[in-house]
């Protein structure tokens, strides 16, 4: 049975401690962290320790691979650290540049939701094929059920981007939740457009906020800090109840009041400029088009362009301007299918299938671009090239539909005979095929390509760390310890109050409260050292840690002092386990020490799997 206590301990050495750690989040298979130094993340420590698969670096992200059991780290990890759930440690690391933040951000906030929205978007692709086949009809209840099971995540996507966005923030999520709620209520979206909308007086420029992704992440960061200034400012009495009041009677009406209508005049901006260069240079109006429409996704401008659509389509019976979305969603979904060809990474290929099917036939991008594409940049940038050419193309060709639809394979048949037929394919042609081989041939930073080759591992001698008596595991009052399940090695019980390297070393944990330290020797064995049972529940006090992570030590440096008389008196045992954290690299120790001994003095050899199978 997986030992997910362990598992987590080894993966917050290898990732550098809990206080390299800004955020962390998990998906169907991974541990996700955002990491303040990512110098400091010892991938062959973390590939080594049981029950990790690998480890990736992708989207500003470090990527703990766990498999089916991620659940269950990622809950042992929040038991022995304060991460996960919002609680993370406070953003104080290093930011990048601002496109790099932006990514990071977006990833971080979607990455909870991609699976969902893949296997919607599937499910959405496969209704669409039946209703095009004539396998199903559109009319019937068994549809409508079938399609809102399809749609709701897609319609109400600013719901889950609150909650998603306010753990990233550190906001409450249900007042998160509120706030969206309100943006596409019912009776809210069906003021979309109306005129003469006006809230205590002033004027409301009402826009859909349904599908949305930007307006409630921005609302959701300034929901963050209101919330921190109330938290500090309101009486105790009242601030947890008088707080989210405040916040969501603010920050609605900030949103439809101001949000909403720059919304409204960029994307009216977009669609003005973008008619008239459709009239006067058609390719160009192509171009845009097809290589900027999912950027306008993105930040919600593309609601400014729909009207566009509908009074061009009342005012000639025609829609030039949706020909080149084609285009874009097309492109974007060959670049995914690029990722899937060439990722060696079976978890990026198992997300890039259903997002490749659903972008294809249904035009539901979103798994691609936030999950992979975006992340990953290039292919991003590729489906933008790919979509700007072929729309281009498609521009040229005079191509239009004769209704709204939503671009998608299975929508092509809107545009069928419609305009040149040879400059269709052709754009459509160079919308797929540009994007995909660019991908396949440039290629990208593949998450497997950092991945390095396990180091050989040697017999290890460790000395031991402190004064004492050494006694073996099994004594040790606490299972986990006792059974080797943590992993193998030997207790003492300290007769002074300070702690050794036992070898040459990086220290891969410096626990803040004081009571542990996690090394790495320069063969590859991964020590903890733990003083004493229970003894993180002192937060510190009677313990003085004089390294840090990332640190470089020599044997015999000092790494901690205590007070054992002070700790003993508190009522923890002082007992310290010294045990060897990634097994599966040094299963066994040998030439175990027993009785009193002094620091620097052998306390056991850590054997290597590798001298053991000579052995054999």
Known sequence: MADHAKTAAGVLAGVGGESNVQSLVHCATRLRFVLKDESKADATALRA??????????????????????????AAIQAQTKLGGGDGATDDGPKGNLFNRFIKMISAIFTPILWALAGTGLLKAFLAAAVTFGWMDATTTTYTILNALSDALINFLPLALAITAARYFKASEFTSFAIAGALVYPSITALTGAPDVTFFGIPVTMVSYVSSVI?????VWLQSHAERFLLRVLPGAIRRFVTPMLVV???????????????????????????????????LGGAIMGGLWQVFVIFGLHWGLVPLFQLEYQTTGMILLIGPVFAAVLAQAAAVAGVLVRTRNKNLRSLAAPATLSGFLAGI??????GINLPLKRPFAFGIVGGALGGAIIAMG????????????????????????VMLGIGLAAAVLVPFLLVVLVGF?????????????????????????????????????????LGKGVAIRPTSGAVYAPFDATVVAAFPTGHAVGLRGVDGVELLIHVG???????????????????????????????????????????????????????????????????????FRAVSVDAMTTAR
């Open 533 to 603: 049972l229970d003894t993180v529940k002192l937060g510190g006090e009677h313990f003085a840690l004089k390294v840090a992570s990332g640190q470089q030590v020599k044997a015999g440096d000092l790494l901690l002092e205590f007070d054992g008389d002070a700790i003993e008196r508190a009522g923890y045992d002082l007992i310290t386990p010294v045990i060897v954290t990634n097994g599966d690299l040094y299963p066994d120790v040998a030439d175990v020490a027993s009785g009193p001994l002094s620091h620097g003095e052998t306390l």
């Open 365 to 370: 991008t979103e798994p691609a671009i936030y």
């Open 249 to 283: 009677l603010v920050a609605v009406p900030l949103v439809f009041v101001v949000i909403g209508p720059i919304s409204a005049l960029i994307g009216g901006g977009l669609a003005s400029g973008i008619g008239w260069v459709f009239e006067t240079v058609p390719w």
């Open 215 to 219: 307006p409630v992440i921005i609302i």
């Open 445 to 485: 930073r593949d998450p497997t390509d950092d991945t390095a080759p396990a180091a050989v591992a040697t017999d290890t001698v460790v000395l031991a760390p402190v004064d004492g008596s050494a006694v073996p595991l099994s004594e040790v009052p606490d299972a986990a310890f006792a059974d080797g399940s």
């Open 49 to 74: 320790t049981p029950g990790v698969i690998t480890t990736a670096q992708a989207g500003g992200q470090y990527q703990v691979v766990i498999g089916n059991d991620v659940p269950d780290v990622y």
């Open 398 to 421: 005079g191509v239009f539909s004769t209704a709204f639809v939503v671009p998608s394979g299975l929508a092509l048949p809107a545009l069928l005979g419609n305009g040149n037929m």
